[in-house]
């Protein structure tokens, strides 16, 4: 039910430029890497609009290559406006975590 | 050459179908027409259906093939939902590039899932919801603007295509001398306005039967209207001058430029209107 909330597409849009700053890569990696850091059942079907959407928006460079399985496979690399945009976001949620953890520190204490 | 997949088969099993039946029809009406209403004219329309519906067909086997390059190696699951997804990016407003685009990443997507042996439903959830999410990635557009543009276009196509075939069956001396029937005009109109989009929103929503029922509907309210203001309206002037006025619709070179201004001025609005969408994602 969460996986719809615009709060959870704001945290997975973060986490993307996350690990694509880490290294560059493909949308199946970059869904098995989501799978693996907690997210376990996300699905392509949230993860590419998302891609897409950071692509347009220009955070990331898109390179087309040749690929065994099947149609060239697009890479996803982080421009200089992405490293940017991932540098706002760790800030707001650190900032953000901080004073959710004291709301519910004390609530829960 | 890749084997077309089962439901491509059956599009072009049913496309085929239908094309014999229209070069029946045609024959048949060529064979039992009275000799003397016959003329020319006919052999020449019989000629035109025959090639148009030979292009037709062998353009959509193209389509299948090479669609089927990679889509060929999916597994049915995987293959049905490709479909579907590429059905209902057709009711879209992006253009044919992005959409080409898009259906080589989900592609490559759907083969990655399918070799790690994943069960569909895990991979796309809700399709509608999943085209709905790839439509807002490009940002706003406004599906009405665009179906009203495509209209405009489809209508100056079919128009000029009229006048064309008319031009051609009827030899008249001058391209610009040729006159259509006023009654084609609202006919294009409908189909390039109502039946078109329409067409486009039932595929996408995978509305086949509906959209075969709508169009044998819309097809039979039209001739039956036609047939009965025919037969009983013709002393009405209006309907008089519906079917029997001839007009001039494009007579001249200065006409024909601005029916082509206002074909690419629309072509223009369309990249006008996607080209601002991704800036304004790109000033968020």
């Given at each position: 039910?969460?996986?719809?909330?615009?709060?959870?597409?704001?945290?997975?849009?973060?986490?993307?430029?996350?690990?694509?700053?880490?290294?560059?890569?493909?949308?199946?990696l970059?869904?098995?890497?989501?799978r693996?850091?907690?997210?376990?059942?996300?699905?392509?079907?949230?993860?590419?609009?998302?891609?897409?959407r950071?692509?347009?928006?220009?955070?990331?460079?898109?390179?087309?290559?040749?690929?065994?399985?099947g149609?060239?496979?697009?890479?996803?690399?982080?421009?200089?406006?992405?490293?940017?945009?991932?540098?706002?976001?760790?800030?707001?949620?650190?900032?953000?975590?901080?004073?959710?953890?004291?709301?519910?520190?004390?609530?829960?204490? | 050459?890749?084997?077309?997949?089962?439901?491509s088969k059956?599009?072009?099993?049913?496309?085929?179908?239908?094309?014999?039946?229209?070069?029946?029809?045609a024959?048949?009406?060529?064979?039992?027409?009275?000799?003397?209403?016959?003329?020319?004219?006919?052999?020449?329309?019989?000629?035109?259906?025959?090639?148009?519906?030979?292009?037709?067909?062998?353009?959509?086997?193209?389509?299948?093939?090479?669609?089927?390059?990679?889509?060929?190696?999916?597994?049915?699951d995987?293959?049905?939902?490709?479909?579907?997804?590429?059905?209902?990016?057709?009711?879209?407003?992006?253009?044919?590039?992005?959409?080409?685009?898009?259906?080589?990443?989900?592609?490559?997507?759907?083969?990655?899932?399918?070799?790690?042996?994943?069960?569909?439903?895990?991979?796309?959830?809700?399709?509608?919801?999943?085209?709905?999410?790839?439509?807002t990635?490009?940002?706003?557009?406004?599906?009405?603007?665009?179906?009203?543009?495509?209209?405009?276009?489809?209508?100056?196509?079919?128009?000029?295509?009229?006048?064309?075939?008319?031009?051609?069956?009827?030899?008249?001396?001058?391209?610009?001398n040729?006159?259509?029937g006023?009654?084609?005009?609202?006919?294009v109109?409908?189909?390039?306005?109502?039946?078109?989009?329409?067409?486009?929103?039932?595929?996408?929503?995978?509305?086949?039967?509906?959209?075969?029922a709508?169009l044998?509907?819309?097809?039979?309210?039209?001739?039956?209207?036609?047939?009965?203001?025919?037969?009983?309206?013709?002393?009405?002037?209006w309907?008089?001058?519906?079917f029997?006025?001839?007009?001039?619709?494009?007579?001249?070179?200065?006409?024909?430029?601005?029916?082509v201004?206002?074909v690419?001025?629309?072509?223009?609005?369309?990249?006008y209107?996607?080209?601002?969408?991704?800036?304004?994602?790109?000033?968020?």
């Open positions: 039910m969460i996986e719809n909330t615009q709060l959870l597409r704001g945290i997975l849009e973060g986490c993307i430029l996350a690990l694509i700053n880490h290294k560059e890569s493909y949308g199946y970059v869904i098995e890497k989501l693996e850091s907690g997210f376990p059942d996300i699905q392509e079907s949230t993860v590419y609009p998302i891609l897409n950071l692509e347009k928006r220009g955070l990331f460079d898109c390179k087309r290559r040749p690929s065994k399985l149609p060239p496979r697009k890479y996803y690399s982080i421009s200089e406006k992405g490293r940017m945009e991932l540098e706002g976001f760790a800030e707001l949620w650190k900032n953000t975590k901080q004073n959710v953890d004291i709301i519910l520190e004390e609530e829960f204490k | 050459m890749r084997p077309i997949k089962k439901q059956k599009i072009v099993m049913f496309s085929a179908v239908l094309f014999g039946l229209l070069t029946i029809a024959a048949a009406m060529l064979i039992f027409w009275p000799k003397s209403e016959q003329g020319e004219a006919y052999l020449w329309i019989l000629i035109v259906i025959i090639i148009l519906g030979l292009v037709s067909l062998g353009i959509l086997i193209i389509l299948n093939v090479r669609r089927g390059k990679y889509a060929a190696l999916l597994q049915d995987y293959y049905k939902m490709y479909e579907r997804i590429a059905a209902a990016l057709q009711n879209s407003a992006l253009s044919i590039f992005e959409r080409r685009e898009v259906l080589l990443d989900i592609a490559d997507l759907l083969l990655q899932a399918q070799q790690k042996n994943r069960p569909i439903n895990t991979v796309i959830g809700n399709v509608d919801d999943f085209v709905k999410g790839i439509k990635s490009f940002g706003y557009r406004n599906n009405i603007i665009f179906n009203l543009l495509s209209g405009i276009q489809n209508v100056t196509y079919g128009l000029i295509a009229v006048q064309v075939v008319l031009y051609l069956i009827r030899g008249t001396d001058s391209f610009f040729t006159t259509i006023l009654m084609i005009i609202p006919y109109a409908f189909v390039s306005f109502l039946l078109i989009p329409l067409k486009r929103y039932l595929i996408s929503k995978q509305k086949k039967v509906w959209f075969v709508a044998i509907g819309i097809v039979a309210v039209y001739i039956g209207a036609n047939e009965l203001l025919h037969k009983f309206g013709m002393n009405i002037p309907v008089q001058t519906y029997e006025k001839e007009i001039n619709f494009i007579g001249s070179w200065v006409i024909l430029t601005v029916l201004t206002v690419a001025l629309s072509w223009f609005i369309k990249w209107i996607r080209f601002r969408s991704i800036k304004n994602l790109q000033a968020e």
